[in-house]
């Protein structure tokens, strides 16, 4: 077990009370959906218990993360696989193909092949012990709420909802899962990285003297969008938005949230898993602007300020041509450090040289490991922070209005349509700072 | 013009049957029929190789080569040779016919557009024009998925003038077939003993300069004065035959095999350079030359060879299948290549060994990426492409 997945700060202790006061009335009623079937489900120890996997969401991602799971624990099986589309539950299992070292244990039975939008339940309900939420984030707090009500330990895929008020249901879940002694493992992957841990480690611990200032960046290339095959029927666009979650604040919670919360989290956890107080943010769409790519931004910078005044300088991008950086830069009283670089410069110079295992790996191997030693590791408390800290930057660039966080906790904007069906509904319009107005 | 280019094709299959140009011919770049007053050539077959710059297709780059002399090497490294490794020997006699080698490894001015392919190709499948349909599949290419996180593979950086890295063998296969059918001349990854040819620049000595490693900081990039971070291409001393960082800076993609028993399987030799490779039947392991300014000077001798697992250096990858063009381990940050080109190119039929997919794995990895995953992209590489790349930067209403 390790420090970084079980600390809990003043601050967070913070952010627990106003998410609570500002949730009570949602989760109350979230609560009314079914308990778990069996009280005491969720208990394993030893080694010699089959970890029995189920998938929810078979893209690229839930697909090496239910590889990274068999390869973590020897005894663990993958039994349920659900997807909203058949044909991408299928293409995962035809993926899990490739991965001799863990075909023996990929024991999905056609019946336990499950698509649609509640493919979730039924994998759920397939006697599983673990569950791996990866599907689009829009999708993962009535996902995370049910697999707690059920008594499932979880593989939480970041960010964990799109909007306010499905973060109120994670954060629900989660004091749930707290009580039932369920394991909650964040897909927050960096937490899990030796070099990153050590070294963010060594920044709490005083390395460059009191941070000040945190410059970070998540400033990458364009990414894959998908298209029917060729000479297939067109896709309604509830289907096009779906398929092409990445281009849909409602589905991804815009780059921001989606990708750049790696950033955002890294800074929130050198300072100490604070939340912000306010952030003023800037953001638009200029190189991609095409309708194919949706309504979502292609840029951001949010200048975040922290409680006890420290800054967080944060930019993301995702443009192709451009300088691509993705990196935190830590500003101390003495010295500076990058954290991915895992070096830090001052008279406490150092350079980490130990060793690099994947961490994917690693936070899967936690977390099958906190299963069997029965005290389960819950990574919920940073990863409804970070969720919070990324809508907020992407809220402040929307509405161009510099926002604090207690505005933001309060917000009751619900995103996605009211119902899923496949019809042809609108893509959102592009917000514009200044006109978009704060919900 | 795509009529011409294949009579084009038609000929230099022609010349690659019978190398030797008549003198009214029109000499292809890298070949002079006069000796040169300057600079270096090589003397074969009636005509002078000399150095020349080949353009990157639709962009404002260029990479030079050089011609390397023909000969016998003495393939991998004497047993007496201090920090030698099992898999060096038996030493090979291996005989080469000349070809040129690039002097410096393909840099990110050169890698980039080749990666800028995959939006083009997008791009073309939209607008439903340049199809990849089975006929022409021959002529496609799998353009590089973009990258979802660039730090692994920008760590030292985005100078244009660093080697570029972290990308698969395959993926580099596939960057020589693309310049080679654009540009009409064929180039691909060296073999390992035209690699250790180049390198050794007629040396039978630890490193092309001799044998102690004193020199070694005047010629190479490595963990002792790198910094842990690879630099821009050709900075350091050339060897005798003009070849920049072959002795480290970034690792080097061969066509081989990595074999942990050497040379075993080879004929004592002396071997026909062609029939001294061992060609890969499987995924993993395959081979890497040439020090790196991630390994220590001991590796960056002649003789050293670096095994490449596939598996290993995609552990970072979050998503499954894993990309067949990119790794995103560290340990990928100093995985480069320079192109060859032989002198007698081989007929169409001996082409996909060394451009395509090679293992069935690769080709069905990169199909479901392409297709279900919307990641990577095929399309075609002919002369026609940079006008068509040109086209899609105009403006259109």
Known sequence: MTDTSHTSSPDRRVFLKGAAVASSALATAAWAAPRAVGATAGVHTGVDETLRIGLVGCGGRGTGAAVDALVADKNSELVAVGDTFVDRAQDMLEALGFEESVADRIKVSGDRVFSGFDAYKQVIDSGVDVVLLCTPPHFRAEQFEYAVAQGKHCFVEKPVATDIPSLRRVAAACDEARKKKLAVVSGLCWRYDPGVRETVKRLQDGAIGDIVAIESSYNAGTLWRRTPKPGAPPWSQMEEQVRNWLYYTWLSGDIICEQAIHSLDKTAWLLGDASPVEAMALGGRQQRTDPKYGHVFDHFSVFFTYPQGQHVYFTCRQQDGCTTRVEERVLGTKGTA??????????????????????????????????????????????????????????????????????????????????????????????????TKFA | MSMLARVMLLAAGLLAAAPAYSAEAELPPGVAAERPSEGPFVEHDGVFLVPYWEQVPGADVRFEMIPVPGGELLLGSPDSEPGRADDEGPQRRVTLPPFWIA?????????????????AFEKF?????????????????????????????????????????????????????????????????????????????????????????????????????????????????????????????????????????????????????????????????????????????????????????DEELKLYDPNTPTSPWWYANDEAQDIGFRLVRPYAAPAADGRAKVWDADVPTILRVANFRIEKEGRGEWGLADPDLPAALEALRRPSK
């Not at chain 1, 977390?367 to 409804?384: A, C, Q, T, V």
């Not at chain 2, 410096?104 to 800028?116: D, G, I």
């Not at chain 2, 001393?237 to 690792?251: F, K, T």
């Open chain 1, 338 to 435: 990058e954290v991915l670089a895992g070096r830090i410069d001052g008279p406490s110079a150092w350079k980490y040289d130990g060793p690099k295992p994947s961490m994917y790996r690693v936070e899967h191997e936690e977390l099958f490991r906190s299963i069997r030693d029965g005290d389960p590791i819950h990574n919920g408390d940073y990863m409804i922070n970070s969720t919070q800290i990324s809508i907020m930057g992407r809220m402040a660039a929307y509405t161009g209005k510099t926002l604090t966080w207690d505005q933001v906790a309060a917000s009751e904007q619900k995103l996605g349509p009211a119902q899923y069906a496949w019809t042809d509904i609108e893509s959102p319009p592009v917000a514009i700072p200044g006109v």
């Open chain 2, 103 to 119: 002097a410096r490894e393909v840099s990110w001015a050169e890698y980039r557009p080749f990666m800028n392919l995959c939006a």
């Open chain 2, 125 to 309: 499948n939209d607008a439903g024009t340049r199809p990849v349909t089975d006929e022409n599949r021959v002529d496609a290419i799998t353009a590089p998925s973009k990258l979802y996180e660039p730090s692994f593979t920008f760590a030292a950086g985005e100078d244009p003038q660093l080697p570029a890295v972290s990308m698969t063998q395959f993926s580099a296969k596939q960057y020589s077939k693309w310049i080679s059918l654009v540009n009409e001349r064929f180039y691909r990854l060296p073999t390992e003993a035209e690699w250790e040819h180049a390198c050794r620049a007629g040396s039978g000595a630890a490193y092309a300069f001799g044998d102690g490693a004193e020199q070694l900081n005047q010629h190479a990039w490595h963990a002792g004065n790198s910094d842990e971070a690879t630099h821009p291409v050709g900075q350091k001393r050339p060897n005798a035959w003009g070849l920049y960082d072959m002795h480290g800076n970034a690792c080097e993609w061969v066509l081989d095999a990595y074999t942990p028993e050497g040379y075993a399987a080879l004929p004592p030799g002396p071997t026909p350079s062609d029939q001294a490779v061992q060609w890969p039947t499987k995924l993993s392991p395959r081979t890497l030359r040439g020090g790196s300014a991630l390994l220590d000077a001991e590796r960056s001798r002649s003789a050293a060879r670096r095994a490449a697992d």
